[in-house]
Structure formats: structure tokens, C-alpha cells
């Protein structure tokens, strides 16, 4: 067996969108990183829909961005059309999300791999080594075994990935690459639980096939902003999506046909994602419903390759195609390439410790699709922290752990480590109990402290956005202190059906009524914008706004959360034997010893553990600290 000793110090396995962003940060904060890949061309590749953002994922992007990542740099760079969701909602799920041009992405992630020299090792991981409870090495197909500190396993769907086309299967991390084997057998034997489950994909069309006239057009922000904080000139081409509907007819040759599909046959009995149902599924299970909408999206720029958003499917390809001509203007109808489902092995994150680190083997991390979930920000999200965290630990310092009230990102490690999952995992808004917030336009606010700390970000960035940050408080407090005169806003209101005022007003009181926003009020000369990147001068006033508008709501909730601080902050030693506990619940003693939370607040969250068997847990924690430690709970 052919040894690199001790060459790296990480060793990232994957080139998707996890690995991506673990190696990168890795090689940002000083370690001596590779990435291996079992496909070095593929690296970036993005599997399914070309889209980047959305509803959560959007602000995970941005959140991303001021962690030192990179997906919202590179997605801008390949933006075919850029959009900001939930426009009729609360500012606080405003969700930016850009269509992408797949290819460019793609080739813009390898460039800049090659461009900042981060080593890339083509091969297959097929094993794991450890010593001690430590790891060791990971083994790849060739044989090589590399030496490290520690590993972050990014394998997404191609762990014995299975592809299934109505009865045809084929062997695949996906349509046209091959799976990976090994790893899951090897982490099994090292003691690790594993489950399966299953994701699909659309079938792409031909531009030239679509009756494009039969479609409804739409459209990207007339304004459109960019998710990267790095991004100076944003000006992209607002490519058209088309929405089409399917009808009775498809839907009536979809339930004919219904047992055809793996999931229906018996063939699969993994869960899929939830969310991101396939359309056998929509139809059937929603038969309530006459018609669906597929979104005809291009996947690069004037590409003849088209993805039918929404039409995710397993049938067999001719009942595919049968089904799609069904719809109107897709008559003539060409496939590129059929819809299919794919089945994979995945890890349960219950054996994660919130850094992502496994809590069996030490300096092993999880991050991606491996953990459980769907999605390209997911996933990268799980990267960075892991990239984060495993540097962090190389170099000797405390970790980097993100609450529930920091980021999505932060309710997306707390959800999958405490809550465990059987089907795939996405990010919503509404799994954030503190959504008001976690918006996309202030992750700078709540995520700056980190970067700076951990020098997540180069200097300018640091320094830019720490003015951006200061300013906005500035502006905040002025539009509190500021008076406004009647007459320079009651026309105003006259016009906009609000209550007119008479007598100096706070600008902010004025503000907090829906229909005034900063635009309305006179302009106020002690908001000044000296030594700001220009670029971020109307997030400023946006956030600034924002902030008073909401800020009843806001107040309450930072309430909420510094009442649950002290649970959040109290830690459980990894040694703590709850079998010492006789008088709690057998169902919560069980899964304390499943899920082995690292707080209280983690304990509180786990489905089923009752109040008073926290309290129960409190008492005994107490005692252990005093009796067995001698020191008292103490903050993380
Ligand atoms: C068919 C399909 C449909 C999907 N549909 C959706 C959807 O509708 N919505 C959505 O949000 N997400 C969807 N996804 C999921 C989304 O693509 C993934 O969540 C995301 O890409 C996962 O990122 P990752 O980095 O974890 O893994 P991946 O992007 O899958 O990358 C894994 C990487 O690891 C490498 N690799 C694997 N095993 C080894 C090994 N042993 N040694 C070396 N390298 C290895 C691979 O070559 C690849 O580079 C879909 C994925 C697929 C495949």
C-alpha cells in the first residue's frame, strides 16, 4: 500500500458543494488541506435544479457569505436571473434566490480552486482508519492511504447510490457518474448507524421541442441584488423562466400508471424529501388539485437543455414523456435526458456533536447530503462549519458553534443532531423560532463577531462591513432622536390614507406605521454616508428601517431568548451516565443515551423529554459537577 505520511493535516472527501466549502475555509484559516474527489471534473457540479437561495436557503446563502463561503461569490459570478421571494410576507421572509447558470458555475468553482492552489487529489475514499478513538487515515481505492489529523466525509448521494427509471437500475452517485462503495461499510464497522434514503430529479427537455408561446414568462427583480457582500457589479441577464400546467390528462395517465413507479411498486421504500415531492406524488397524494405548475428553467445561458421544475419522477421514460406531451405546448416534447429517483446511504447526525464532529471517532466530521439532508445550501452550509470547526481543532482552539438565535444555519446543525431524521432534511423559515431575526439582509449584524474572531475574512471585508454594522446602529438611533415636522410629512399622509400629525413627530413612530417607510419622511442630514462602500448603502437604511418597523416584535423575541440563555449555555459532560438517574421517564432516559445532547437547551428540544425530567436531569447534573468534578456548571 503506497503511504502519504502525515502529508495533510485535513483530508476533505467530495467535491460537492459541502467539500467545496470545507476545504476552502480549511486552506483560508492556515491548514494543510486536500480534496480528494472521486471525479475532479465533476467538482462544484450542481446535481439537480439550477438554482441557488430561496425560501431559508436565501438567508443560509448570505449567512454563508459572512462565514467566509464562498456559494454566494460564485453564484453571483453565474447568475442567469436573480428574485427576491415572499415580497407579500414580513420583511423577515424575504428570501433572496438567483437562477444559475450550472455550467459556469461549475467551471467558476474550479478556476478559483486552481486559482488559490488548493491541492485536489482525484480518487475514491473507501475506508476510514482510526487509533484510539482518533482518526487515522483515510484509504482510497488505489490503495494510498493518507495520513491526518482529521477527515470531513462530504460523500452526498453516492454512497451504494441506486438509480431508479420505472423498473431499469443503475449504479450511480448520479445519472452518469459512478457510486461510491466502501465507505458505509467501513464507518458501519467502526460502529456508525446509517439509514437510506431517496431524492429525484426532473427530466430535461429540449429548448426547441416547447411551444414557448403556451408558457407564462417570468421574470427576475427589476433591481436585483447580489447574495455575496464581495460582489461589486451585479447586472444579470434576466433570463425568463416559463411556467406551464399539467391537467387531468396528465394527471389521469399518471395514476394509470402509477405502479410503475419504484416508489409505488414497492421497489424503493426509502423516504423522500417532504418538501420536493415527485409529481407521482403530488398527484396522488393531492388528487384534490387539478393542475400543477412546472417551471421550464434554462440551465445555462441559451442552453437547449431545459429543467421541468416540478415534474420530478422515477416513471418509466416513455410514460415521462407520454405524460409531458400531455401539457400544453409541450406536445412535441424531447427529452435530453429522463427524470429519475436515486436511493443512498446516509448517517444518522444523532452520532454528531454540534461542531459536526462524530462523537465516536475524533476529528471525523459529516457534512452534507451524508447528514440527512437535501439541498445545495444545506450543504454547503454543513461544510463551512465543519471546514471551521476541523481547522479549529487542528490548531488547538475552541470551536465555533452556532445557536439557534445566530443563523438558519445554526437551527439547521440543532435540528439534525437533536432531532435526528428519516427523511431528507431542508431548511424552511418556519423550522426558526427566531426567524424575525435571522433576515437575509442582517447577517452581517449577527455573524460579524465570528469572522472577526476567527479571521474568517479578509481585512477589507472585516473592516467594510464592521462600518456597515456601526452605521446602521447610527442611523437607528438618528431616526429615534430625529423630529419631524408636520408639514414635511403630512402630505404624505394625506395622500396614503394615514392618520395626519400635529405636532413634531419621531421619525421612528412614523416608521412604525406600515405605510411610511424611510423614502417618505424629508431627507435628514445627519444621516451622512462618509467611508462606506457604496454598495451597502442602501442595505444600511433598509436595515435600519427594518429594525424600528419591527422593533415591538424584535424586542419580544430578544427576550424570549435571553430567558432560554442560560439552558443554552449549560453543558452536559460527554461522561454523564444517565442510567444514575432512576427517577426519570424509560423514553426520555433512552433517548438522552441515543442523542447524547451537549446543553440543557439541547435536552429540552429532544421530541418526547418531558419538563420534569430536565429538572430531574438539573438536580443530578449538580450533584455530578459537585461530586464527581468539584466545580460548578459552567458556560461553554
Ligand atoms: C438526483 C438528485 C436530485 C436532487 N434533487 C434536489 C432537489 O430537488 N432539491 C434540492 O435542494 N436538492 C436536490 N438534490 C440534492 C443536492 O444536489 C444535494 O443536496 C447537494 O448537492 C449535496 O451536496 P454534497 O456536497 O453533500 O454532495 P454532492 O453534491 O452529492 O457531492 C458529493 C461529492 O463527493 C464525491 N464523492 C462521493 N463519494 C466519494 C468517495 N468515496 N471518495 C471520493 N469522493 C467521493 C462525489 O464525486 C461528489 O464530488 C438532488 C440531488 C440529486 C443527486
Redo the contacts with the bound molecule.
Sequence with gaps: MKRIKNKYDLVV????????EASLIAQKMGINVVL????TK??G?????PAIG?LA?GQMVKELDVLGGHMAMFADMCTLQSKTLNLSKGRSVWSPRSQIDKIKYEKTVQKYIKRVGLPVLK????SITEKGGKIKSVV??SGEEIFCVSAI???????N?L?HIGEKKIKA???G?E?????TESLQSLGFLSGRLK????PRIKRSSVDWSSGEPGFGDKKPKPLSYHTKKFIPKDEPCFAFRTNKKTHDLILKNINKSPMYSGDIDSSG?RY?PSIEDKVYKFSHNPSHILQLEPEWTNSEQIYVNGF?TSLPEDIQLKCLKSVKGLENVEFLRPG???E?DFFFPSQLKNTLETKKIEGLFF?????G????????S??LMAGINASLKIKKEKELRLKRNDAYIGVLIDDLVIKDTNE?Y?MFTSRAEYRLQLRASNADQRLLKYSKKFNLLDEKMIKDLTKKVKKTKEVEGILNKTNIKPEDINPFLKKSGEKEINQPTKASNLLKRPKVLLKNLPKIKKIQMNNINKNFIEEILFEAETKIKYSGYINRQKEEIEKTKVYEDMIIPADFDYNEIKSISNESREKLIQILPETIGQAQRINGIRPTDISILLVYLKRWFHVKRNVNLKKK
Design positions: 472527501v467530495g467535491g460537492g458543494h459541502a467539500g467545496i480528494v474527489s472521486m471525479d465533476s467538482v457540479r450542481m446535481s439537480c435544479n430561496g436557503k480518487g475514491e475514499a473507501v482510497l481505492s466525509l462530504t460523500c452526498g448521494t453516492f454512497l447510490g438509480i452517485g448520479r445519472m457518474e457510486n461510491s462503495i466502501g465507505i431524492t429525484g430529479t426532473p424529501p420536493c420530478s429519475y429517483a436515486i443512498y457534512a452534507g447530503q451524508i447528514n439532508t437535501s439541498g445545495y445550501e444545506e450543504a454547503s454543513q461544510g431528507p431542508r
